[in-house]
C-alpha cells in the first residue's frame, strides 16, 4: 500500500529553470511532510519540511506548497543548478506515539542541464 | 563532523551468513530508526527506538532481523542467514524529537 505518491520519476531541467515535484498522500494522521535530497551513494539529507498548519514555507530556492484539503504538497526548486541534480524524496511522518516513522515516496530523479 | 556515522559502508557475504551493521546516532538524540532501500526506492522503515526501548517494527524485519541499543546509546542491525533478497542499503536515522530525522550514509549489504 503506497500511502505516499510521488510524480514525477524524473525531471530534466535547464540551468536557472524551475524544478517541480509533487506529491500526495492518503493518511490524515501525517501532520509532517519533509523533503530529503539524495545524492549517489549517500544517505537522504533533510533539505525543507513543513507542517499542515502553514501552506508555504521557503528556505532560500526551495519552496514547499501544502494543500491540505487536497492532501498534496509539492517541492518547487528556483533557479536550479548542476549541483541539484539528485533524487528528491517527499516524506510523511504521523503524530502518535507509533507513528514516528517516515513514509517515504518513489523519488524524482532531477537532472539540471547547462 | 557530529553526524549520524555507519559502519561498515559496505559489506558482501555469501548467501546464509550473518551480518552485523553499527549505528552511532547524533550525540543525545534519543530516537534511533533503521530503514532500508533498495535500487530506485524510496527508503522504508524497519524499526524504531526511543532510548533503548524498540517501540515498532515493521512486517518487513522477519525473524532473522534483530536490532538492539544497548544503552540507548549506539544500535546494532543483525541479519541472520543472509538471502540475495536481503541485498540494499541500510540506512540508520536519528532525532530528537521525532521529527526533523537526520541519516548517516547507510550501509550497503550485497548478498552473494
Known amino acids: 500500500q503506497q500511502q505516499v505518491k510521488q510524480s514525477p520519476q524524473s525531471l530534466i531541467v535547464q540551468k536557472g529553470g524551475i524544478s517541480i515535484i509533487n506529491c500526495a498522500y492518503e493518511n490524515t494522521a501525517f501532520d509532517y511532510f519533509p523533503w530529503y535530497q539524495q545524492f549517489p551513494g549517500k544517505g537522504p539529507a533533510l533539505l525543507i519540511a513543513i507542517r499542515p498548519d502553514v501552506s508555504e514555507k521557503k528556505e532560500g530556492r526551495f519552496t514547499i506548497s501544502f494543500n491540505k484539503s487536497a492532501k498534496q504538497f509539492s517541492l518547487h526548486i528556483m533557479d536550479s543548478q548542476p549541483g541539484d541534480s539528485a533524487t528528491y524524496f517527499c516524506a510523511a511522518q504521523g503524530n502518535t506515539g507509533t507513528a514516528s516513522k517516515l513514509t517515504f515516496g518513489t523519488g524524482t530523479r532531477l537532472q539540471v542541464t547547462l | 563532523d557530529t553526524g549520524v556515522s555507519q559502519n561498515p559502508r559496505h559489506k558482501i557475504t555469501k548467501r546464509g551468513q550473518n551480518v552485523t551493521f553499527r549505528c552511532d546516532p547524533i550525540s543525545e538524540h534519543n530516537r534511533l530508526y533503521w530503514y532500508r532501500q533498495t535500487l530506485g526506492q524510496g527508503p522504508e522503515f524497519l524499526t524504531y527506538?526511543?532510548?533503548?526501548?524498540?517501540?515498532?517494527k515493521s512486517r518487513l524485519l522477519s525473524d532473522r532481523f534483530s536490532a538492539e541499543r544497548p544503552k540507548g546509546s549506539f544500535s546494532t542491525l543483525e541479519i541472520q542467514r543472509t538471502e540475495q533478497g536481503d541485498s540494499a542499503m541500510y540506512l540508520c536515522?536519528?532525532?530528537?524529537?521525532?521529527?526533523?530525522?537526520?541519516f548517516g550514509p547507510g550501509t550497503r549489504l550485497t548478498v552473494t
Open positions: 536515522a536519528s532525532s530528537f524529537s521525532g521529527k526533523e530525522q537526520y
Open positions: 527506538f526511543q532510548n533503548e526501548a524498540q517501540l515498532e
